[in-house]
């Protein structure tokens, strides 16, 4: 029977990594994982994982932006209200065709739209949102529902 982990001091994770906040900018991204979620006040939602993508570091566009930030893994949630309960498809919809979609595709179900997204490159403009968590206010990335386009690099398989 093996071990499952052997603890080793000397494979710790590099204590140079930042977690802060990305800067404001264009992204090219990759979409790692999508889920379906509900917020604490009842609202359902969508949570995108994005990948800021790697070896983008020569392209002068992404010089503040992938260059120095490949490999960091962001969520971006796309919320539905009543204020604007369309809101959620619309911007769903963009990431679709932001994602390589073609007109009218039909995505019979959530996990059909999931599937589908998940290891597309996507540009995405990310902004700045403070919210409020546990009574303090943090900013998190954020892509605004028109912010989604599609990718201006084509995506290099292993």
Do not use: C
């Not at 992204?27 to 917020?39: D, F, G, I, L, P």
């Not at 790697?54 to 002068?60: H, N, P, T």
């Not at 260059?67 to 963009?94: C, D, H, M, Q």
């Amino acid at each position: 029977m093996t071990n499952f982990l052997t603890t080793d001091y000397g494979k710790l994770p590099a204590t140079d990594t930042n977690y802060d906040v990305l800067p404001i900018g264009p992204y090219e991204v990759v979409v790692k994982n999508v889920e379906e979620r509900t917020s604490i006040s009842g609202n359902a939602g969508v949570s995108m994982q994005l990948e800021v993508r790697k070896g983008l570091s020569d392209e002068q566009d992404l010089q503040d932006t992938n260059a120095k930030n490949g490999g960091r893994v962001f969520f971006s949630n796309i919320w539905a209200s009543e204020k604007n309960p369309g809101y959620k498809e619309e911007t769903l919809n963009t990431i679709a065709i932001a994602a390589g979609a073609s007109d009218q595709q039909v995505f019979k179900t959530f996990n059909d739209y999931r599937e589908y997204l998940i290891g597309k490159p996507i540009r995405a403009n990310i902004t700045h949102d403070v919210s409020m968590y546990r009574g303090e206010s943090r900013v998190q990335e954020q892509v605004a529902p028109w912010d989604w386009t599609p990718t201006n690099y084509v995506l290099e398989t292993a």
